[in-house]
């Protein structure tokens, strides 16, 4: 594992100011952030999961985010927290896209983010949208968010830690998920988690400064300062 060097991605004379969404929805963050973005170095993705989505003209080219703030287009360092639900397979897909606009922000992945696939939380999330009618229906918007978070509350997800470290972990999550929910299909569970920690194994064997897994991120840098 790479060492981080602070002092290449933070000179000491950089400043340490926040900028904090507090809310859901619509209510012109990116806009706002638009603005703000090329002042700081570091964007921060504190919890959630892929969302809707933003499209941004970049170059000519159209970059469509769910999985990596669009702030990836002007920050240097990118940060998606240990409360993030997170499809590695989408987070590959976007780092192309900017890397087709000649971009390379260092991406920072928290070691205890939970890693969504299809094979588990999409199809969770269908069985529930099918059970409801009429007024009861969530009318998700199918980011697998709602059954991401059920999960990691029952303490079933698979962390990026486990995924890379734990040998064991893909099968021992599969048999547990498909005992609960009949429904799933092991060898997809099982394709799927391996699939994301081939990317992740990729990453951290080929990107300089591009993926860090990093513990704890905010007390290193407030220790620096």
Same mark, same amino acid.
């Given at each position: 594992m790479?060492?981080?060097?602070?002092?290449?991605?933070?000179?000491e004379?950089?400043?340490?100011?926040?900028?904090?969404?507090?809310?859901?929805g619509?209510?012109?963050?990116?806009?706002?952030?638009?603005?703000l973005?090329?002042w700081?170095?570091?964007a921060?993705?504190?919890n959630?999961?892929?969302?809707?989505?933003?499209?941004?003209?970049?170059n000519?080219?159209?970059?469509?985010?769910h999985?990596?703030?669009?702030?990836?287009? +002007?920050a240097?360092?990118?940060?998606?927290?240990?409360?993030?639900?997170?499809?590695?397979? #989408? !987070?590959e897909? &976007?780092?192309? @896209?900017l890397?087709?606009?000649?971009?390379?922000?260092?991406?920072?992945?928290?070691?205890?983010?939970?890693?969504?696939?299809?094979?588990?939380?999409k199809?969770?999330?269908?069985i529930?949208?099918?059970?409801?009618?009429?007024?009861n229906?969530?009318?998700s918007?199918f980011?697998?968010i709602?059954?991401?978070y059920?999960?990691?509350?029952?303490?079933?997800?698979?962390?990026?830690?486990?995924?890379?470290?734990?040998?064991g972990?893909?099968? +021992?999550?599969?048999?547990?998920?498909?005992?609960?929910?009949?429904?799933l299909n092991?060898? #997809? !569970?099982?394709? &799927?988690?391996? @699939?994301?920690?081939?990317?992740?194994?990729?990453?951290?064997?080929?990107?300089?400064?591009?993926l860090?897994?990093?513990?704890?991120?905010?007390?290193?840098?407030?220790?620096?300062?």
């Amino acid at each position: 594992m790479r060492k981080i060097d602070w002092n290449v991605l933070l000179p000491e004379e950089t400043s340490l100011v926040s900028v904090v969404w507090m809310s859901y929805g619509d209510e012109w963050k990116g806009k706002v952030g638009a603005s703000l973005y090329d002042w700081y170095t570091i964007a921060a993705w504190v919890n959630g999961g892929g969302n809707a989505g933003h499209n941004v003209m970049l170059n000519w080219i159209k970059v469509h985010f769910h999985e990596l703030p669009w702030a990836s287009i +002007h920050a240097k360092i990118i940060y998606l927290w240990q409360w993030k639900v997170i499809n590695i397979t #989408n !987070i590959e897909k &976007e780092r192309q @896209q900017l890397a087709a606009s000649r971009l390379s922000p260092t991406i920072m992945i928290a070691w205890w983010a939970h890693v969504v696939i299809p094979a588990v939380h999409k199809t969770l999330e269908q069985i529930i949208e099918d059970s409801k009618n009429g007024h009861n229906k969530i009318w998700s918007t199918f980011t697998w968010i709602g059954p991401s978070y059920g999960l990691k509350s029952l303490r079933i997800n698979v962390t990026v830690g486990q995924l890379l470290y734990d040998d064991g972990i893909i099968n +021992h999550t599969a048999e547990t998920l498909v005992t609960l929910f009949p429904q799933l299909n092991k060898n #997809n !569970i099982i394709d &799927e988690y391996t @699939q994301a920690r081939t990317i992740l194994v990729e990453w951290i064997s080929q990107w300089q400064y591009t993926l860090d897994i990093a513990n704890s991120f905010l007390p290193d840098v407030l220790q620096k300062k």
